[in-house]
Nanobody
Framework: QVQLVESGGGLVQAGGSLRLSCAAS????????MGWFRQAPGKDREFVAA????????YYSDSVKGRFTISRDNAKNTVYLQMNSHKPEDTAVYYC???????????????????WGQGTQVTVSS
């Protein structure tokens, strides 16, 4: 059974930093592309960042580029999202997602990802 568990969410002041973690189990982690998505109240879930299985390639939405950094530690089966220079519009539930190992995904597309975590709330105050 594949399980993704996010942690690290909470309240942060605008301009501050927060690091999210996603611990994966039940899969050969190093073979899976991983992504972060977020969903604000009343809005659709949107792409934030993604990383290739090896960690050599990363992808970001324009809204977070230069502020957020995705990384992974395959030895720990964990993917991270370092979030700096927080803005109020970053407030959302953040979801960790795993793609599939057998074909090349579109890293930006929600439909690429098969497995999802439960989400962790990030609230940015001004």
């Amino acid at each position: 059974q594949v399980q993704l568990v996010e942690s690290g969410g909470g309240l942060v002041q605008a301009g501050g930093s927060l690091r999210l973690s996603c611990a994966a189990s039940g899969l050969i982690f190093s073979r899976y592309p991983m992504g972060w998505f977020r969903q604000a109240p009343g809005k659709d879930r949107e792409f934030v960042a993604a990383i290739s299985p090896s960690g050599m390639n990363t992808y970001y939405s324009d809204s977070v580029k230069g502020r957020f950094t995705i990384s992974r530690d395959n030895a720990k089966n964990t993917v991270y999202l370092q979030m700096n220079s927080h803005k109020p519009e970053d407030t959302a539930v953040y979801y960790c997602a795993a793609g599939q190992p057998t074909w090349t995904p579109d890293y930006y597309s929600l439909t690429t990802y098969k497995y999802w975590g439960q989400g962790t709330q990030v609230t940015v105050s001004s």
